[in-house]
């Protein structure tokens, strides 16, 4: 048997990305199991499998874990993405929290119906431009190191790089005035294990299109 972590999800992002991204970012290889439709969840469901019948859900040391931010303390703690003290692990926690907040914004939008879409579309711009990203800014800026916390990599550096990218593919141009975020990009995507996770034919998925969204509707709704 593998001892791979197994990955239990459909093929997109949706909450297992941030997991993709932190097992990539430590180096560590993994399968994936997709939920190709609702039979395939409803499977899960009724061996025991989902502790809250729903997933993410990650096999990994013997264990089936549930809850994204759960599995992701699992795997940076494992990793030693968590900081090297009590206070840096306090300081990534609080700038990943931030971060679920904004990848939610950006996450729900693929899912939209389009009547909708326009008004989020403003609202997630806004929010990410005036009160997230400003934020990140800062923390390097008066941090002048490499990462975010300390000087190592932390589960926060892949967290926001992630969560750059996706904003990147929705509005280019908006990091023009964040040139620390310009920078923290370019770094953390030369890191080795990053570098290999953003080429094609990794692990990392695509935008949803239609037929994507369609497909999880199905599954889940």
């Given amino acids: 048997m593998s ?3 197994k990955l239990h999800y459909f093929n997109g992002r949706g909450r297992m990305e941030p997991i993709r991204w932190l ?3 430590a180096g560590v290889e993994f399968d994936e199991c997709f939920i190709e439709k609702k039979e395939d969840l409803t499977k899960l469901q009724n061996d025991g499998s989902l502790l809250f019948q729903q997933v993410p859900m990650v096999e990994i040391d013997g264990m089936k874990l549930v809850q994204t931010r759960a599995i992701m303390n699992y795997i940076a703690a494992k990793y030693n993405l968590c900081g090297k003290d009590l206070k840096e692990r306090a300081l990534i926690d609080m700038y990943v929290e931030g971060l679920f907040d904004l990848n939610e914004l950006l996450m729900t939008y693929e899912i939209l119906p389009a009547d909708k879409k326009v008004q989020h579309f403003a609202n997630m711009m806004d929010k ?4 997230y990203f400003p934020v990140f800014e800062k923390v390097l800026k008066d941090h002048a190191k490499d990462f975010l916390v300390g000087n ?7 967290q926001l790089l ?3 990218l996706m904003a990147d593919e929705y509005k280019p141009d908006m990091f023009s ?5 310009q920078s923290f990009k ?3 995507s030369a890191m080795p294990n990053i570098k290999k996770f953003l080429q094609p034919g990794s692990q990392r998925k695509p935008p949803s299109d239609d037929e994507v969204v369609d497909k999880v509707m199905k599954i889940f709704y």
């Fill in 162 to 164: 992630e969560v750059i």
């Fill in 152 to 158: 190592q990599l932390s589960r926060a550096d892949v």
């Fill in 177 to 181: 005035k964040f040139p620390f975020l």
């Fill in 23 to 25: 097992l990539a970012a």
């Fill in 3 to 5: 001892g791979k972590p």
């Fill in 186 to 188: 370019a770094r953390i």
């Fill in 128 to 131: 990410a431009e005036n009160r």
